[in-house]
């Protein structure tokens, strides 16, 4: 997946089309992410004790990592995601590969 929890985000289609917000969770294996304030739909919640009161909740709900587009936190602009290999010692002194995430429109890295 292109996007990872704690990114910033902009919604590229949906309903909420041109939103900004922070993934709070990303779910892999389905494909999907929830980003807060993004596909708020209202529950009715029934009572379920003294301590948890009935009642109409707002909740957020995950949708498609397709359509969302990550935001480069040094230009500020939507972008679509390259990787790039970068090489590094580790403690034995031998060369050890990691993948990185880049800007394809500044070239900063992304993590």
């Known amino acids: ?3 990872k929890s704690k990114d910033t985000v ?3 289609s949906g309903k909420d089309k041109g939103k ?3 993934i709070s969770a990303a779910f892999p294996k389905l ?3 929830t980003v807060e304030g993004v596909n708020v739909v209202t529950k009715h919640q029934k009572a379920r004790n003294a301590a948890q009161p ?4 707002h909740k957020e ?20 995601v390259a990787h790039k290999v970068q090489q590094e010692k580790n403690d034995q002194g031998k060369m050890k590969r990691k993948m990185i995430r880049v800007c394809k429109k500044c070239g900063a ?3």
């Open 20 to 22: 900004k917000g922070k």
């Open 31 to 33: 494909g999907r992410v």
């Open 1 to 3: 997946m292109h996007v």
């Open 109 to 111: 890295e992304i993590d």
């Open 61 to 80: 709900m995950p949708i498609d990592a397709s359509n969302v587009m990550l935001v480069c936190p040094k230009c500020g602009k939507a972008t679509r």
């Open 54 to 57: 009935g009642g109409i909740i």
């Open 10 to 12: 902009i919604v590229i």
